[in-house]
T-cell receptor
Framework: GAGVSQTPSNKVTEKGKYVELRCDPISGHTALYWYRQSLGQGPEFLIYFQGTGAADDSGLPNDRFFAVRPEGSVSTLKIQRTERGDSAVYLC????????????FGPGTRLTVL | AQKVTQAQTEISVVEKEDVTLDCVYE???????LFWYKQPPSGELVFLIRRNSFDEQNEISGRYSWNFQKSTSSFNFTITASQVVDSAVYFCALAQETSGSRLTFGEGTQLTVNP
């Protein structure tokens, strides 16, 4: 079956602009996660959805970051007033949820803020 | 608080050598889960293994094996008879029961296998 997909694969924007990053999880996976990976670092947790609700958003760095999953499937990560420090690869993962299962990752969106 | 330490930043070996990647974790929970992921040059994280804190049995899968020791809070990964295709960044990760499903990753170990 299809894996986790993310669009766009690359996004270049200017400082101060608004961006949206999209994630399509594996069909049937109720849990969806967003991570951010800077160069040479491990992924850092941002937010976790179980179904439509954000079960844990403690990793969001500030209120410029927001994510939604309105129908319990596709999720969008939204970043307002982008800053150069937001440049990173944004990874999405999904899992069967309910218990701590393995998470399957998408290819990521490389965000560059000029 | 939870933390994962991968002290080896880079390892370089010659093909067919065995190599062990170290992972040390910190957690206050009695129930937790440990993972290894591989990130090849293409960038996509590939799941390798998941273990829970109550299962200390070592596991072998082909050329891969994992050694889980609660006494030293370590979950080391060994590749036997390494191959060039094993070249990648390998991440160890931890999930605590009290923190839900969020993964805390180590900094990763860049493994280069030379022909």
């Amino acid at each position: 079956g299809a894996g986790v997909s993310q669009t766009p694969s690359n996004k270049v924007t200017e400082k101060g602009k608004y961006v949206e990053l999209r994630c399509d999880p594996i069909s049937g996976h109720t849990a969806l996660y967003w991570y951010r990976q800077s160069l040479g670092q491990g992924p850092e947790f941002l937010i976790y959805f179980q179904g439509t609700g954000a079960a844990d958003d403690s990793g969001l760095p500030n209120d410029r970051f927001f994510a939604v999953r309105p129908e319990g499937s596709v999720s969008t990560l939204k970043i307002q007033r982008t800053e150069r420090g937001d440049s990173a690869v944004y990874l999405c993962a999904s899992s069967l949820g309910l218990v701590v299962n393995e998470q399957f990752f998408g290819p990521g969106t490389r965000l560059t803020v000029l | 608080a939870q933390k994962v330490t991968q002290a080896q930043t880079e390892i370089s070996v010659v093909e067919k050598e065995d190599v062990t990647l170290d992972c040390v974790y910190e957690t206050r929970d009695t129930t937790y889960y440990l993972f290894w992921y591989k990130q090849p040059p293409s960038g996509e994280l590939v799941f390798l293994i998941r273990r829970n804190s109550f299962d200390e049995q070592n596991e072998i899968s082909g050329r891969y094996s994992w050694n889980f020791q609660k006494s030293t809070s370590s979950f080391n990964f060994t590749i036997t008879a390494s191959q060039v295709v094993d070249s990648a960044v390998y991440f160890c990760a931890l999930a605590q029961e009290t923190s839900g499903s969020r993964l805390t990753f180590g900094e990763g170990t860049q493994l280069t296998v030379n022909p």
